[in-house]
């Protein structure tokens, strides 16, 4: 048996706001450089050592669109494997508290109805979530499993 079919790839745990105001979702485009690259996505990034994922969530967005949120609830939990790597996405639902999107750690942002979503070109790991919001789950039950 070939090992590489076996090759071990980093494993990184990430959250991601689902941030809701005025029936729109806040989008982020990811730079060029960045892995997925010019693809759109839901603000958010990498869980450091130490950090519970909501700290993480909020260091994130302050970093890349300088805002705050509240009203932090699970929405759904997915786990996607790139060749490179393997991605395992905690998805929470909540709202603006201070300050205003800027784009500082992603090309540009913007606010999108839940039917606009399918204009988008996002990554295949924000498949599954954006599949629950169409089907109109976002504002439902919350759940942690891929349902």
């Keep these: 048996?070939?090992?590489q079919?076996?090759?071990?790839?980093?494993?990184?745990?990430?959250?991601?706001?689902?941030?809701?105001q005025e029936g729109k979702i806040l989008l982020t485009r990811r730079k060029l450089d960045a892995h997925q690259g010019g693809l759109w996505e839901f603000p958010g990034g990498k869980q450091e050592?130490?950090?519970t994922l909501e700290q993480c969530l909020r260091r994130e967005l302050k970093e890349e669109i300088d805002i705050e949120?509240?009203?932090?609830?699970?929405?759904?939990?997915?786990?996607?494997?790139y060749p490179e790597k393997e991605v395992e996405l905690h998805f929470f639902s909540c709202s603006m508290d201070?300050?205003?999107?800027?784009?500082?750690?992603?090309?540009?942002?913007?606010?999108?109805s839940q039917c606009e979503l399918v204009s988008y070109e996002f990554p295949a790991?924000?498949?599954?979530?954006?599949?629950?919001?169409?089907?109109?789950?976002?504002?439902?039950?919350?759940?942690?499993?891929?349902?």
């Design 98 to 112: 201070k300050g205003r999107p800027k784009a500082l750690g992603c090309l540009e942002w913007v606010w999108v």
């Design 125 to 147: 790991a924000d498949q599954p979530v954006l599949k629950k919001i169409l089907e109109g789950k976002l504002d439902g039950e919350r759940s942690a499993s891929g349902d």
């Design 49 to 51: 050592v130490g950090e």
């Design 1 to 3: 048996m070939n090992n």
């Design 69 to 81: 949120v509240r009203d932090l609830k699970l929405f759904s939990i997915f786990r996607y494997r």
């Design 5 to 20: 079919s076996k090759k071990q790839v980093p494993f990184v745990v990430v959250a991601v706001a689902i941030l809701q």
